[in-house]
């Protein structure tokens, strides 16, 4: 008999960033528990309570014609929490910005419960209770 092997934290991280290269921001829905917490650098300070209400936004951006596009460089799995490295690009109305970023994911029974973005490494270790 086969033994069934779970993936490990940065396995669903990664298949999460695999699914939002081949379908976009909102794929990374499905990675998520209803009740997951997202702050999103892109939303400015503001921090969603469910899945739900950040898919609502996405939606949002959308209709505004709000284009992310992050780019995955480097992963870290501490335990329940994953850092990744990469960049972060945004296109609105106001422009392009393009900024090194880092984003923490929190993992519990194979989901994503909590996802936030920062521009420094540091900010997002210290989110991780890694700083």
Request: net charge negative.
């Amino acid at each position: 008999m086969i033994p069934v092997v779970s993936p490990s934290n940065a396995d669903i991280v990664r298949s999460m960033w695999a699914a939002y290269e081949r379908r976009g921001l909102e794929a990374i829905l499905a990675f998520a528990a209803p009740d997951a917490e997202w702050v999103p650098y892109t939303a400015s300070g503001r921090r969603f309570a469910t899945t739900a209400e950040y898919g609502d936004y996405l939606e949002q951006m959308n209709r505004r014609d709000e284009i992310v596009e992050a780019t995955l460089v480097e992963i870290r799995e501490y335990g329940d929490s994953v850092v990744v490295s990469g960049r972060l690009r945004l296109r609105t109305h106001e422009g392009i910005s393009d900024t090194s970023m880092h984003w923490v994911h929190r993992i519990r029974d194979g989901k994503i419960v909590y996802t936030a973005s920062y521009p420094s490494l540091q900010q997002a270790m210290d989110a991780a209770g890694l700083g």
